[in-house]
T-cell receptor, first 110, second 114 residues
Framework: SQQGEEDPQALSIQEGENATMNCSYKTSINNLQWYRQNSGRGLVHLILIRSNEREKHSGRLRVTLDTSKKSSSLLITASRAADTASYFC??????????FGSGTQLTVLP | DAGVIQSPRHEVTEMGQEVTLRCKPISGHDYLFWYRQTMMRGLELLIYFNNNVPIDDSGMPEDRFSAKMPNASFSTLKIQPSEPRDSAVYFCASSTRQGDYEQYFGPGTRLTVT
């Protein structure tokens, strides 16, 4: 079963705008990761935030984590058409496996 | 590094046939994961291995599914007999004991069972 639920399920924005996706989860975690999946491809790891961190940046990506609310957000700034993809959050507990959310389909219009 | 390699990329088979999906993880990675992705159920973990040993196969849907990892550089996922509801994209991913459990995914095998 999926632990994470992403919101919104689909998001359409203009190139240059910021895109924000949210993820909620149910159980305690060691870390939370975000992955991108382009159509017809495998998932690609984007960024990881540990449970004792609140915010992390990587290039145009900003991730926040609120363990009290069991939620995370992914912000993509200055979006580009190439950012069009599905974005998944994944949580990791004490074991090695990841539990993936249902994903947000992002469309960036040129 | 070539990344995780999966074959075949596409497989079309008839109901009742045996299907074998193959995966070569990234060299040096000691964890290997098999996932199934469908529109209805999203991305589901089927089974994962550590140092070639199956650790958790609770996600394997039925006895028709089996997975092996005979050595550190090769794994198979077999479905026998296949059914139309097995149609999905199957991903293999690998990771290393170092780091924070990031996983590296292969391109997937799109399976269609008619």
């Amino acid at each position: 079963s999926q632990q994470g639920e992403e919101d919104p399920q689909a998001l359409s924005i203009q190139e240059g705008e910021n895109a924000t996706m949210n993820c909620s989860y149910k159980t305690s975690i060691n870390n939370l990761q975000w992955y991108r999946q382009n159509s017809g491809r495998g998932l690609v790891h984007l960024i990881l935030i540990r449970s004792n961190e609140r915010e992390k940046h990587s290039g145009r990506l900003r991730v926040t984590l609120d363990t009290s609310k069991k939620s995370s957000s992914l912000l993509i700034t200055a979006s580009r058409a190439a950012d069009t993809a599905s974005y998944f959050c994944a949580t990791s507990g004490s074991a090695r496996q990841l539990t993936f959310g249902s994903g947000t389909q992002l469309t960036v219009l040129p | 590094d070539a990344g995780v390699i999966q074959s075949p990329r596409h497989e079309v088979t008839e109901m009742g046939q045996e299907v074998t999906l193959r995966c070569k993880p990234i060299s040096g990675h000691d964890y290997l994961f098999w996932y199934r992705q469908t529109m209805m159920r999203g991305l589901e973990l089927l089974i994962y291995f550590n140092n070639n040993v199956p650790i958790d196969d609770s996600g394997m849907p039925e006895d028709r599914f089996s997975a092996k990892m005979p050595n550190a550089s090769f794994s198979t996922l077999k479905i026998q007999p296949s059914e139309p509801r097995d149609s999905a994209v199957y991903f293999c991913a690998s990771s290393t004991r170092q780091g924070d459990y990031e996983q590296y995914f292969g391109p997937g095998t799109r399976l269609t069972v008619t």
